[in-house]
């Protein structure tokens, strides 16, 4: 008898359990990859709120930009740039209204201690500067840029190593494989480091990130309710501690749209 009791009690939790986690939400973000120390450290109130768990892939926008148009399965991008996602807009890979833009990215260049400014510093470096690939990568294009205003980019043609995206860049300096390069300055913040300069702002365009869901999304609530939580004003005051520009609050609603 205690037995039949014991299985039937056993029973009863299962029934109460399953229907709570049968619906198991994971939202696949794809991310990226200077973004995604910021993404790792937002996320958990957000899982909290909706006991929804975010699985990440991060990469150069430029790379995931390939995956999404070639039907990669994810529910929400986080491109470093707004030209990727506005392409997958053009091309009818997103869904109606949600391209958005959720984050400022500010260039910064890793430096060993020095008294020299940055134009003196990048004119007289004599070994390699290192950069994200600006093909593929938006803050690699920002360095680019930056250089080109400078007058630099073609004096400084055999010095530049490329990097696949932000975070690689970051690592072949944090390795000790260069020791002057271009990373995202919310890179330098995340790991504590101050051997570094923010780029003025005036030396290249505008870092705008954009998020928007793909169509084959198989979870665009839940993915909305995510872009919703980043460009909270909560959301963009951790943004900011977190080495990101300020976000006019005009930019918080979508380019002729409110979302979904």
Known sequence: MVRR???LLSALLVAIVLPV???NCTLRVAVAASFRPAL??????????????VQISSGSSGVLYQQIAHRAPFDLFLSADRERPELLEKQGGALANSRQTYA???????HPKSESNIE????TWPDKIVLADP???????AARQALQSLDLWKKKQTQLARAHNAGQAYLMLDSGNAQLGFVAASQMQAAGRDNYWLLPQHLYKPIEQQLLIPT????PKEAQSLANYLRSGEVQAQLYHLGYGVLPTQDRSRDGGSGL
């Open 5 to 7: 009791l014991s299985l």
């Open 21 to 23: 986690n049968a619906d």
């Open 40 to 53: 790792e450290e937002v996320l958990p109130e957000f899982e909290r709120r909706h006991a929804c768990v």
């Open 104 to 110: 400022l990215g500010l260039l910064a260049l890793w």
């Open 120 to 123: 003196q510093l990048l004119q």
């Open 135 to 141: 093909k593929v990568a938006p803050f690699g294009s």
């Open 216 to 219: 084959q999304s198989r979870r």
